[in-house]
């Protein structure tokens, strides 16, 4: 095995480095409300293909995307109970995989035939699978967007770009990603370039972003593997983002953000903002627009919500890196810390995974500190 791989990030197949350490971790798959009772659908994550339903007990299962008999697809077969039968010649598995009928054959023989099956949570509004080979770990849970709140999400969306050209976005893009947006709702602090600090945590890594002595200080944090958390100014917990590979190529984001009740409910309620509040799909057409160079950002209607705009803007420069950007041809700076360290880190699990060494073990953020940032 070269001790290159430890170096590879971009590759998460089921035989790759970056793939097995992923794999240790609880991923999303789908949101829960798109996952109706008695529904089956096809699921791709990290370059492999599994059938994902929800029993009529409301329980969602995850198994292998093919029958075991000839290779259909079980996703367009029927959810019978808890199980899932073949539409091709009705053999029938239930949540473990287990084969338990095959029409017209000997009943024993089911016994024998057992297919890859998962196990499933759902948190936070979206179902969670663990695709590794060991026992899954308790699942990481964010205690900030447990609390009396309201949780909103949008459609997961799919880029076609590597799931790290995602990870990997910084805060010093913002004064020059969003300038238009920022420009066209007049917000003048937001085109300051920004003095960011990064540094190592329990969860991953915290930026601490100053953009003038008088601004207050904004945390953008990042949970290994493969979340991002963007804070709201005043500290609330703001979104969540799992970047999830689809496959080397193409990536799909779940955000789930929080925001403070208006009045003095208990309990989270929950909120799904419309399909195309963010991505109607003309987004991605004049987007993909830009980058072939028949039109520019700043000619777009002024009458387009920020929103969009603000989407539009991390689109065209993280899509634009290519889907699998050559990373030898950077020239990385000062502004770049948080990058640097994300690799370093990645890297030196990724090591270790190889090695056989044990791993850092990630838990969930503490309380933010309100010390100011030393100043460089």
Partial sequence: MSDELW?????????????????TFWQPVARSQDLAVGRSVP??????????????????YLLDFRCAHRGTQ???????????????????????????????????????????SYPCQEYLGLVFAYLGESDPPPMRRFPEFE??????????????????????????????????????????????????QSHETEFGVRSVVVTTAAAPQQYIDFHMPNINQVRTLDD???TLFWRVPIDDERCI???VGVIPPTGAGAGVSRRQLPDDDLDSGSEWKVS???????????DIDVELGTAKMFWME???????????????????????????????????????????????????????????????
């Fill in 7 to 23: 170096r590879d990030f971009v590759h998460t197949g089921p035989d790759t480095i970056a793939g097995r350490y992923l794999r």
């Fill in 43 to 60: 699921v791709h994550v990290m370059s492999e293909s599994f059938t994902l339903y929800r029993g009529e007990s409301g329980a969602p």
């Fill in 74 to 116: 079980l996703p367009i077969g029927w959810v019978e109970g808890d199980a899932i039968r073949c539409r091709y010649h009705g053999w029938v598995y239930n949540g473990s995989g287990q084969c338990v009928e095959q029409p017209g054959e000997d009943p024993a023989l089911a016994t024998k035939i057992r297919i890859g």
């Fill in 147 to 196: 609390s009396p709140a309201v949780l909103e999400w949008g459609r997961p969306e799919i880029w076609p770009c590597n799931y790290f050209n995602r990870v990997e976005n910084d805060p010093g893009h913002v004064p020059f990603t969003h300038r238009e947006s920022a420009r066209r709702r007049g917000n003048t602090n937001q085109l300051i370039v920004r003095n960011t």
């Fill in 236 to 238: 609330l917990p703001g």
């Fill in 253 to 255: 984001s779940f955000p």
């Fill in 288 to 298: 993909e627009a830009i980058l072939a160079g028949e039109m520019r950002l700043e």
């Fill in 314 to 376: 991390d689109y065209l420069t993280q899509v634009g890196q290519s889907a699998i950007p050559d990373r030898s041809r950077e020239h990385l700076g000062r502004v770049d810390e948080s990058v640097v360290l994300k690799r370093a880190i990645w890297q030196r699990e990724l090591r270790a995974l190889m090695e056989g060494r044990p791993l850092k073990q990630w838990t969930a953020p503490g309380v933010i500190s309100t010390t100011p940032a030393p100043q460089r």
